[in-house]
């Protein structure tokens, strides 16, 4: 089983990815369960998202402790949340920023960046003014683990929503999954 915390700010669709995410997972045949976890949150608060994936059904329904993969929407959450608490120890973020994985201030971790927030930009996918980047960091994921193929994510997010909204959010997973950089090894 492989284990995934989220880590967003209220309005930039982190609990929206872990659900699309678990359903692209289970769409290649894999168990996968999401749920989110906060309070009476506001846009811009922070907020957690978690997934896990697994080859059979998986009886566990606590809150993700000892992540094995962290996603990290808002490069700022750096300063108010702690990220990597409990990643495991070959554990990867995957951050949504324009530094490259050796710039980022994360040790002991592999670490995979991408500019989630230029691509949606970029795309114009706004609500309320500001880049919403989950189905970016969709495509990130994707590429950063594995764990699930990018067209699986397209698919999904193409089912989610329809006609050129659904092209446009694929297009963004398409982008971060080509832009993707990444660091093998903990920095």
């Known amino acids: 089983m492989k ?6 700010r209220g309005g930039q669709g982190s609990v929206t990815a872990a659900e699309l995410l678990a359903r692209a997972v289970f769409s290649e045949g894999k168990w996968a369960q999401s749920f989110a976890f906060f309070g009476a949150e506001r846009r811009g608060a922070p907020v957690e998202a978690f997934l896990r994936i697994a080859d059979k059904p998986n ?9 094995d993969y962290v996603m990290v929407f808002d490069f700022k ?12 120890e070959d554990g990867m973020v ?21 500019d989630a927030t230029g691509i949606a930009l970029e795309l114009g996918l706004l609500v309320a003014g500001l880049p919403v ?17 990018l067209e699986s994510v397209r698919e999904t997010i193409c089912k989610q929503w329809s006609g050129s909204v659904g092209e ?13 950089v990444k660091v093998g090894e903990p920095i």
């Open 133 to 149: 980047v989950n189905t970016t960091m969709m495509g990130a994921f994707a590429k950063a683990t594995g764990e699930v193929k």
């Open 59 to 67: 009886p566990i329904r606590s809150r993700v402790y000892n992540p």
């Open 77 to 88: 959450l750096l300063k108010v949340v702690a990220v990597t608490d409990g990643l495991k």
């Open 3 to 8: 284990e995934v915390r989220i880590h967003g």
């Open 94 to 114: 995957i951050m949504n920023t324009t530094k490259r994985p050796e710039e980022v201030s994360i040790k002991g971790h592999r670490v995979a960046t991408v």
């Open 168 to 180: 446009k959010n694929a297009e963004a997973a398409t982008r971060a999954y080509t832009r993707l």
